[in-house]
T-cell receptor, first 115, second 113 residues
Framework: TQLLEQSPQFLSIQEGENLTVYCNSS?????LQWYRQEPGEGPVLLVT?????EVKKLKRLTFQFGDARKDSSLHITAAQPGDTGLYLC???????????????FGQGTILTVHP | DAGVIQSPRHEVTEMGQEVTLRCKPI?????LFWYRQTMMRGLELLIY????????DSGMPEDRFSAKMPNASFSTLKIQPSEPRDSAVYFC???????????FGEGSRLTVL
């Protein structure tokens, strides 16, 4: 089973600060997705990255897929209270591995942005 | 468009009782997934279906858990008998592709006393 470790587990910051969430594995992934989940709701997809070294921007959010496709990061600039939520990364197993074709979720990072 | 619809949203039951969770996927989606979310273990895949056929149930904890998908618009996850350690939020998700974007329902929060 391919494992994804997210860090930090908890992040509490003030409005306007920048932050980075990391998603790491010792395994290679074919692609990686980032989801955001608000209390009482299901996760919602933010972005999918598929190419090593790929960088995608979504307004104040910047997503990067590591060159070796083993890690990813989510950077938020000038965080706002509306960014509060649980951020989850999910990797698709690489061809040849036992997790091929499956999505494995990280444990998540709980972000709280205070006004 | 209606998203993935799950019911009930909340269920409180006593140990030993049967629990049935229901899911209506997004129309046209070929894949349906059941996940369980807890603080300790995060989001775990229990089982998924493709075109109503169960493909991988390796995540189902034990024989007390069973899932069915009698048609393209309905699936159930049943726990019999339920135990306190089954307490969690159970999510149903559907997608057009096996590793495409997952569309999650709002979840069913199960508490087993």
């Amino acid at each position: 089973t391919q494992l994804l470790e997210q860090s930090p587990q908890f992040l509490s910051i003030q409005e306007g600060e920048n932050l980075t969430v990391y998603c790491n594995s010792s395994s290679v992934f074919s692609s990686l997705q980032w989801y955001r989940q608000e209390p009482g709701e299901g996760p919602v997809l933010l972005v999918t990255v598929v190419t090593g070294g790929e960088v995608k921007k979504l307004k104040r959010l910047t997503f990067q897929f590591g060159d070796a496709r083993k890690d990813s990061s989510l950077h938020i600039t000038a965080a706002q209270p509306g960014d509060t939520g649980l951020y989850l990364c999910a990797g698709e197993g690489n061809a040849g591995g036992t997790s091929y074709g499956k999505l494995t979720f990280g444990q998540g990072t709980i972000l709280t942005v205070h006004p | 468009d209606a998203g993935v619809i799950q019911s009930p949203r909340h269920e409180v039951t006593e140990m030993g009782q049967e629990v049935t969770l229901r899911c209506k996927p997004i129309s046209g989606h070929d894949y349906l997934f059941w996940y369980r979310q807890t603080m300790m273990r995060g989001l775990e895949l229990l089982i998924y279906f493709n075109n109503n056929v169960p493909i991988d149930d390796s995540g189902m904890p034990e024989d007390r858990f069973s899932a069915k998908m009698p048609n393209a618009s309905f699936s159930t996850l049943k726990i019999q008998p339920s135990e306190p350690r089954d307490s969690a939020v159970y999510f149903c998700a559907s997608s057009l592709a096996k590793t495409g974007e997952l569309f999650f329902g709002e979840g069913s929060r199960l508490t087993v006393l």
